[in-house]
């Protein structure tokens, strides 16, 4: 079993910054793919970026990349989400999940946090 806690979500203005951590229990839970996910009200849950169990692997969908940054700490069993450049678009809660895939299907996540919100004002 495999137990996550997210932290970091907030208000802030568009243009600001924002880390979300991710602090990951359980066993062998380095090894697993971290995934970051958010859902805004009335819309899918979509995928915002992941990364291999060794750091070495990261991706990130269109609407993020080259704005937010996901890392890990294998030490601190934590994963983070840097988000730079937020946009009002940006509103929603965000989740950390665990995989033993590499995948950025929500689907094959076993394993999530409770969601962190997120709110970016204009």
């Known amino acids: 079993q495999v137990q996550l806690v997210e932290s970091g979500g907030g208000l802030v203005q568009a243009g600001g910054s924002l880390r979300l951590s991710c602090v990951v229990s359980?066993?062998?839970?380095?090894?697993?793919?971290m995934g970051w996910f958010r859902q805004a009200p009335g819309k899918e849950r979509e995928s915002v970026g992941a990364?291999?169990?060794?750091?070495?692997?990261?991706y990130y969908s269109d609407s993020v990349k080259g704005r937010f940054t996901v890392s890990r700490d294998n030490v601190k069993n934590t994963v983070y989400l840097q988000m730079n450049r937020l946009k009002p678009e940006d509103t929603a809660v965000y989740y950390c999940?665990?995989?033993?895939?590499?995948?950025?299907?929500?689907?094959?996540?076993?394993?999530w946090g409770q969601g962190t919100l997120v709110t970016v004002s204009s």
């Open positions: 990364i291999s169990w060794s750091g070495s692997n990261k």
């Open positions: 359980g066993r062998t839970s380095k090894y697993y793919f």
């Open positions: 999940a665990a995989t033993t895939a590499v995948t950025l299907n929500f689907t094959e996540y076993p394993y």
